[in-house]
């Protein structure tokens, strides 16, 4: 059975695992800053008492949210984690009044592009030079 939780501080050692195996992009103690300031929007799905994914999204103004980052671990993908994390953070920026949401995907990440596709997202645009690396992102929106 899949617990949809928010993030609490003892999550983090799971967070950061699945992190590094998901994106290795980030500085891993940044989720720490998000649990401090935008609580609400930092969420995990547990199996088991083990933190399997984790969806951080904060709101960028007062309606829009943004989600920083999604992740599931490779070994829990493919079992819709990711769309029970995606639609709890969706009903959190719902409640707090945002209409719209947004994100950034890697060019290169067909898959992540295509899941948020089936869940309504619309490429909005292209970043240039987005990521460290120097790869594009789509903008991806979706209306709430």
């Known amino acids: ?4 939780r928010k993030f609490e501080p003892k999550d983090f050692p799971w967070v950061i695992e699945i992190e590094r195996k998901a994106f290795d992009e980030h500085d891993p103690y940044f989720y720490m800053k998000f649990y401090e300031t935008c609580s609400d929007g930092f969420i ?4 088991n008492g083990i933190v399997i994914g984790f969806i951080v999204g904060f709101l960028e103004s007062e309606k829009r949210g943004r989600i920083f980052s999604l992740a599931v671990h490779p070994d829990y993908q493919n079992r819709r984690i990711g769309s029970f994390l995606l639609k709890e953070l969706i009903n959190v920026f ?9 994100l950034e995907v890697r060019v290169s990440n067909i898959r992540a592009k295509k899941f948020y596709e089936r869940h309504g997202f619309i490429q909005a645009g292209i970043i240039e030079k987005y990521y460290n690396d120097g790869e594009n992102a789509y903008l991806m929106k979706l209306n709430i």
């Open 1 to 4: 059975m899949i617990l949809i």
């Open 44 to 47: 995990v799905a547990k199996i």
């Open 94 to 102: 719902k409640t707090a009044g945002a209409v719209e949401i947004i």
